[in-house]
């Protein structure tokens, strides 16, 4: 099946008891044992089935079936956000002393959770100079534990050559993650170019009515942890906090997130409610559609905004002149997600007062909403970075991130175009023309 199909049948099958054709709410906190010996053999994982709802649940179940299948991957576990999903991906594999190798195009809290939380708990991020697969293998050594990245960046809009980072780290045997969000699997499977964990906020583009926050992170079962046992004990040796398992025993080529949900979802619990993943699924059933919109109308704004003397500038990879315009021809089919920036002329006042202006275009940070948003990253979502970390990451102090929704076309044009006006009188003034 294709995603578009997973993405509203996959991971569930009418109930047979109530007939019923949408996936059921399971309210529950936990599930009744048979016996003393049913419960035993759950809990030592010799049969399948529900034990208490931080460690699963059937709703969720098919909502991470469903996105697993979509990924092209073996098996997911789905957390309450995209920040959730992102700390267990990272700490999963890397113990004190190890280091994680990233690319400095991210999402401003992911930076935060890399460069500051991460290292006070043990565990070293270094950022390459680029997203460039030879600053990345740089980087790399004996205690590297994963090579991370975000395929379609936020909000820089790079796109990374998934192929060629996959092929650095795992000459290295160490593993890719990939954080999916901005591109959804609608527009791009990383695990068929490499990527070994793929991790999304399902808060957006996948949820993508802005009324759920939710996080996966979805295992390829691909990498072989037993060739990598000296970097990766944790799966391969007894673990005492699981009365001695061996997650590569148990749970064969998904031993990643088999633990993953073991140890972390069970003893930290970022739970994702029932309630939550059925909303995120009505969510992801129009996902192909809706991307098809977002993707169409970004490209109409791009050229609005490039077209027009009022703005300085505008970053957008579907134009050829962009340095990522082969790659998404490569891996996005030419189809950009609506994600960009631009920065209007007269500078941060100037956008400021745009920004202001704005009537149909919600002033907010989140992104990959059915609603046009937009937000200015350095006093928001990047606040916490330094003046050169914002640089690295695509951001400058006038730059204006739109994600572009999928309201009518000239609808969203004519509210940029008026705010552009309100700014018109700031732009004029002698100080912003110097
Ligand atoms: C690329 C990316 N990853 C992760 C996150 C974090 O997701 P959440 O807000 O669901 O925690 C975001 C949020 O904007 C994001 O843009």
Not at 101 to 107: A, E, I, K, M
């Amino acid at each position: 099946m294709r995603s578009e199909t997973i993405a509203i049948h996959g991971g569930y099958e009418t109930d047979p008891g109530t007939k019923a054709v949408t996936t059921p709410i399971y309210q529950t906190v936990a599930y009744e044992f048979d016996s003393a010996d049913h419960g035993a053999s759950l809990f030592n994982l010799e049969v399948e089935g529900f034990r208490y709802s931080r460690i699963s649940n059937p709703t969720t179940e098919v909502l991470e079936r469903r996105v697993a299948a979509m990924e092209g991957g073996l098996a997911a576990l789905a957390v309450s956000t995209g920040q959730a999903a992102l700390h267990y991906a990272v700490v999963n594999l890397a113990d004190h002393g190890g280091n994680i190798v990233s690319v400095p195009q991210l999402y401003g809290t992911t930076h935060t959770l890399l460069a500051h939380v991460l290292p006070r708990q043990g565990i070293t991020v270094r950022f390459a100079e680029s997203d460039d697969a030879d600053a990345i293998a740089r980087l790399i050594d004996e205690y590297t534990r994963a090579v991370f990245c975000e395929s379609v960046g936020n909000p820089a809009g790079n796109i990374c050559d998934i192929e060629k980072i996959a092929a650095v780290a795992h000459r290295a045997g160490v593993p890719l993650i990939v954080d999916n969000t901005v591109a959804t699997p609608i527009l791009l499977r990383p695990i068929e170019h490499g990527a070994d964990i793929v991790v999304h906020s399902l808060t957006k583009f996948m949820g993508g009515h802005g009324t759920t926050m939710g996080g996966i992170i979805v295992d390829s079962g691909k990498f072989p942890w037993r060739e990598h046992a000296r970097r990766f004990p944790m799966f391969t040796e007894p673990d005492p906090s699981y009365h001695d398992l061996v997650y590569v025993e148990a749970f064969g080529d998904a031993a990643y997130i088999g633990r993953c949900r073991s140890v972390y979802q069970r003893t930290t619990g970022s739970v994702l409610p029932p309630m939550s993943a059925f909303q995120l699924m009505q969510g992801i059933e129009t996902v192909a559609l809706r991307v098809e919109r977002h993707v169409e109308n970004a490209r109409r704004v791009a050229e609005f905004l490039r077209d027009d003397p009022r703005t300085e500038w505008v970053s957008y990879a579907g134009f050829p002149e962009s340095q990522y315009h082969d790659l998404a021809c490569r891996y996005l089919g030419g189809r950009v997600p609506s994600l960009l920036t631009f920065g209007i002329k007269g500078g941060f006042e100037a956008g400021k007062s745009f920004y202001d202006a704005l009537k149909l275009v919600k002033r907010l940070v989140n992104i990959g909403d059915a609603k046009s948003l937009a937000c200015h990253p350095a006093s928001t979502t990047h606040r916490q970075m330094t003046a050169e970390e914002q640089r690295m990451a695509g951001i400058s102090p006038d730059t204006i991130r739109l994600s572009i929704g999928i309201e009518h076309i000239d609808d969203i044009i004519e509210d940029l175009d008026q705010a552009l006006d309100a700014a018109r009188p700031l732009r004029e003034t002698p100080q912003a023309a110097e």
